[in-house]
């Protein structure tokens, strides 16, 4: 029979993957692992490298795998390693480490092609891994890398023939295309539920810093080189000015003399009602990141308390539980207001300085006392020592001991925005004024590309609230009148003046703009991060903050007024059986139309031989017709010979991809004529 010698070449599988095939695998396993070695300890991840390197060598060197007694001592040590160093085997970090571990064990020993698909799912739980630590836009996109290259791999391990490997990215890019209408569905419709079900490990938040709850001299100033994002606001027209920018978090009215601290009772937040507005609410959005705190950033005092939160005691808004993940809330405040008079508790509480003051700062107060014992008077004294005496704003303090207020006022006499703001404080208190002091965010970043501020951990600052009559409460910055450019300017300025040798609090703010404006390169880069932020924040909007509240306003937009997790359960299975059954017929409708490329390449061979005078008859199959055209043509015996085979295996026998373009060469190459 014509063809039958062709036809054995089209053996069965081979159920061991090609040594391609394992190498694409160990490169899937390499990157998912990179994944987390920003992370993991330095000799964690160059254990695990060994381990791959390790099978390399087996793969294409012809190195033994190991043998049990090896691979099980290998096991011993990396529980004994993972335990030592974090000493635990549990949680998001020991249980990170100790998967990356095994997977590169598991890698060393694998011999069938079972051992191979279970790597591959191991390396998606690695890459599942990583979002516990971020779920920023850059490690989406790397994730989805490691996943597409992890699939190529599955793909090449379980074809029964070799493929190219243009063909098989081909194949895979369209899996991961086709996967996504679902993945979308899934997203928006699978019920959010906010509770145990979504939490995660107890240390997956250890590691983040931040604004605290005490605060002592030099304790804010750590944070002024930390450019983390601590949050995000957009406002509803134009923002305020950036004098009115102060964002709180904690209202402190306890102190030992050195450190501040939160009173525990519920003062003056319990009653926010008796607050009077002086102007209309300012409304904004907050974007904010993850603090594994309770604190939600506010401009003066909110006008309005969103779900799951709380006012606590200074006007201060909280949430009910830790901001654990990424939060969006809307909210409104008013600038300008005045609170109620303190009951006789509170008046004495904060007036309260709990050790004996100093010599030298009794004899400052006698003076101030002299000129004038009204609050406001006092105030503008203190504000006038700050300003004029020899005192300076610096960001690299000295470090204060014993006596922190005496050796301040008169010896160091150089602080950050703390130090100042204690110490008004103090010196409020010593002359009877009830003063607390307020830490929180000042100013931020403005964002043209996104309309919106980005506020950072650097933004951090204190400053100080006394309280006058009439009006209750009143904000002052201490700060302002030592360091202006630090209110103006914000943070980095300062940050940039404080690298030029620039004495801070000397310069106007016009100078002070002209001797940080940067040049077209710096500008250039500036405008490219907030551009790269912009398209961070819209990742945060409409993925990372995609809760409850968003999933509902989601289906009241289709048309479902008040759901509830039955309806979004069905409408979740009726949209995958919808995109299911569509994928199906347009799956059939394509196949139908599409002829088979081996059928389509026959044909073109068939018209070829036609033109020399040798048509096919309809009820001649191909093999007879390859026994006519080699009787009657000697000279295309062989060609038509291994054409036919190649197509009756192609199109009888099991699919071969690879064979296609072998018989699309063979017939283009073919000719009937002479």
């Known amino acids: 029979m014509i063809g039958l010698p062709e036809l054995r070449s089209f053996r069965p599988p081979d159920q061991q993957p090609n040594r391609l095939a394992c190498n694409g695998l160990l490169i899937s396993a390499a990157l998912a692992i990179g994944f987390h070695s920003s992370h993991l300890p330095l000799w964690l991840t160059a254990f695990a490298a060994c381990l791959l390197l390790w099978r390399f060598l087996i793969e294409n060197h012809a190195w033994r795998i190991p043998g049990r007694i090896i691979r099980w001592s290998l096991l011993l040590v990396t529980v004994v390693i993972v335990f030592r160093h974090y000493g635990t085997l549990f949680g998001r970090d020991a249980g990170v480490a100790y998967l990356t571990l095994l997977l590169a064990l598991k890698i060393l020993e694998i011999r069938s092609l079972r051992d191979y698909v279970l790597v591959v799912f191991l390396i998606f739980l690695i890459v599942l891994g990583a979002l516990l630590f971020s779920q920023s836009l850059p490690t989406a996109v790397y994730a989805m890398l490691v996943i597409v290259a992890t699939v190529h791999a599955l793909v090449r391990l379980n074809s029964p023939y070799p493929l190219g490997q243009g063909p098989t990215l081909v194949l895979v890019v369209t899996m991961v295309i086709q996967a996504l209408p679902l993945l979308l569905v899934l997203y928006l419709l699978f019920p959010r539920i906010q509770g145990s079900l979504w939490s995660l490990p107890i240390d997956a938040h250890s590691g983040r810093t931040g604004m605290s709850e005490r605060v002592s001299p030099g304790s804010i100033n750590q944070l002024y080189e930390d450019d983390t994002i ?219 590309a996104g309309d919106y501020i980005i506020v950072r951990q650097s933004d951090a600052h204190a400053w100080t609230e006394v309280w006058l009559h009439p009006k209750g409460w009143v904000r002052v910055d201490p700060t302002a009148a030592i360091a202006p450019e630090r209110i103006e300017l914000g943070a980095d300025a300062l940050r940039r003046l404080d690298e030029q040798g620039a004495q801070i609090g000397l310069l106007s703010i016009n100078d002070a703009r002209r001797m940080i404006a940067p040049d077209f390169l710096q500008k250039f880069l500036s405008d490219l991060s907030l551009r790269w932020d912009n398209v961070n924040n819209s990742w945060n909007k409409w993925v990372m903050a995609y809760g409850p509240k968003a999933q509902l306003e989601l289906l009241k937009l289709i048309g479902i007024k008040t759901p509830d997790w039955v309806d979004i359960v069905a409408g979740m299975i009726l949209a995958v059986l919808f995109l299911l059954f569509a994928t199906a017929a347009i799956w059939m409708v394509r196949t139908r139309q599409r002829p088979d490329p081996a059928v389509k390449l026959y044909l073109l061979f068939c018209r070829k031989l036609k033109k020399a005078g040798l048509e096919r008859q309809p009820t001649e199959g191909p093999t007879d017709f390859a026994k006519r055209v080699a009787s009657a043509r000697a000279d295309l015996s062989v060609s038509v010979s291994r054409i036919t085979s190649i197509y009756v295996a192609l199109r009888y026998g099991r699919n071969n991809p690879s064979a296609i373009p072998i018989l699309r060469k063979l017939v283009h190459a073919f000719k009937a004529t002479g």
């Open 230 to 448: 601590a949050f995000r606001a957009e406002f509803d027209g134009q923002p305020p000015p950036a004098d009115s920018l102060y964002w709180r978090i904690f209202v402190l009215s306890d102190t030992d003399g050195r450190n501040w601290f939160r009173h525990p009772g519920p003062w003056d937040g319990a009653n926010i009602k008796d607050y009077q507005p002086v102007d209309d609410a300012t409304p904004y959005t907050v974007l904010l990141q993850p603090h594994d705190q309770r604190w939600i950033p506010t401009l003066e005092l909110a006008a309005s308390t969103p779900p799951s939160t709380h006012r606590a005691s200074g006007y201060v808004l909280e949430s009910n539980k830790p901001v654990k993940n990424l939060r969006r809330y809307d909210l409104s405040s008013h600038l300008s207001y005045s609170t109620p008079r303190l009951d006789n508790l509170q008046a004495r509480h904060n007036t309260l300085w709990p050790i004996e003051p100093s010599r030298r700062v009794q004899g400052l107060l006698r003076g101030w006392q002299e000129q004038g014992t009204k609050p406001r008077e006092i105030i503008l004294q203190v504000l006038k020592l700050f300003s004029q005496d020899p005192f300076r704003y610096t960001l690299s303090p000295p470090l204060l001991t014993g006596d922190t207020l005496d050796q301040f006022l008169f010896e160091t006499r150089a602080g950050y925005c703390e130090h100042y703001a204690s110490a008004f404080a103090a010196l409020m208190r010593l002359s009877g004024i009830p003063t607390r002091l307020v830490v929180g965010y000042q100013g931020g970043e403005w964002n043209d």
